[in-house]
């Protein structure tokens, strides 16, 4: 009876041991070593099914601040339903590696059918150029806010231009935009408060029913060109070249992060379309001990993030931010990603 005892219980020792060696091997075979041309969006699609992981690959990596630093030899665990990027930098000294070290960027993972949601609440625009089609001037009762599905009239600037069906979004006068950089007036910020659509024409007087809200609305709102609120956007590689700094944050914020809406100083003019990834980012300063010992020195800008553009005038854009490794403030750099 005790050796019967002794063999299972030996039996069962070696299982355990065989066991714990197997799941070693298993844990140890879910490490992959990134290979030159790999990208976020091929990781995305070929260990998680879904290529459309690779923002999450980026988000929940915080110490991979720059998305440009993952290099080929650095490490991913995939562990639990989850894509954990190692951190690894090129040795220095290799010049002949040069080539083979050079990261891949985040925009190689960006084909046209990636979507990232948007704030969809209406984020407004800063007048420029722009000239307002016609004011929010009375409603049939006395109330001084007005709301959804409250019946108003409108006073165009050409009335032979609007059509019953026509649909206006209602804007409000803000804060004067001056540039971070130059002092020099840029625009005025434009709040969106919602929408309305024509009713009834007579004669002169424009007879409208307000749509979505999305702010109080009083009577001097100005009527602009109405662009629906995307929900969604689909990224699109950048063809310009151009940098530009933030100029201002939704709602008079100055520091932004993660969801929170900017607006640049690049614009259509600029090549600038809905869709397109900027990395934000912001001077590095040397400590005064490395100076001491250094001098004066040129240090890489410090990466804070990325945001995608939402919509673009002639001269200025909004856009959402994305991904946040460090608050983003007024007069930060914005660099439109191309390749």
Known sequence: MTQTLFRWLS???????LSGTS?????????????KGDTLWGLSERFMDDPYYWPNIWAKNPEITNPHLIFPGQKVRILDGRLKIVPAYPEAGKAEDT????????TSTVPE?????????????????????????????????????DVVYLKMNDTTSVTVGDTYGLFERGDLIKHPQTNEPIGTMMYNLGFLQVTEINGDTVVAKIGEVFREIARGAELFEYIPQRKEITLQRGTTDQGGYIIAGRDRKSTMSVNDVIFVDLGSDDGLVSGNLFYLSRPRQASDEIIKQAGSIQLPDAVLGAAVVIETKAKTASAIIIKSADAAFIGDKVSVVTN
């Open 23 to 35: 799941l070693a091997i298993a844990a140890e075979e879910q490490i992959y070593t990134i290979k």
């Open 113 to 149: 059918s990636i979507k990232i949601k948007s704030t969809g609440s209406g984020d407004g625009f800063i007048l420029t150029d722009e000239t307002p089609l016609g004011l929010l001037v009375d409603s049939v009762d006395n109330r001084i806010l007005l709301t959804k599905n």
């Open 99 to 106: 080539e083979q070290s050079a990261p891949p960027t985040l």
């Open 11 to 17: 039996m069962l020792i070696l299982l355990l041991i």
